[in-house]
């Protein structure tokens, strides 16, 4: 089983940015989707974007133009770069293989 490794969480101002990364154990290049989660205090995970092995993408409508998704077959991780970030964007982040491993999940607060 694939084990994901995530990090690059940390506290951020609002309107700064960081970038999250996800190294996977093995090989993803036999992947076809990859993705990034969040869960805030309270709430339900959801989805924050997904990339195929074709480099499709998919945001959630709250980070649409803001965070881009990305994948290195050769480094075998997966990241997240997050722009003009939000004290709602608060929340431990977890990559997720589609339909397989999560990560343990790297915490991420947006705050003054």
């Known amino acids: 089983q694939v084990q994901l490794v995530e990090s690059g969480g940390g506290l951020v101002q609002p309107g700064g940015s960081l970038r999250l990364s996800c190294a996977a154990s093995?090989?993803?290049?036999?992947?076809?989707?990859m993705g990034w989660y969040r869960q805030a205090p309270g709430k339900q995970r959801e989805l924050v974007a997904v990339?195929?092995?074709?480099?499709?993408?998919n945001y959630a409508d709250s980070v649409k133009g803001r965070f881009t998704i990305s994948r290195d077959n050769v480094k075998n991780t997966v990241y997240l770069q997050m722009n003009s970030l939000k004290p709602e964007d608060t929340a431990v982040y977890y990559c997720?293989?589609?339909?397989?491993?999560w990560g343990q999940g790297t915490q991420v607060t947006v705050s003054s």
């Open positions: 990339i195929t092995i074709y480099g499709s993408t």
């Open positions: 093995r090989s993803i290049l036999g992947i076809y989707a």
């Open positions: 997720k293989i589609e339909g397989g491993s």
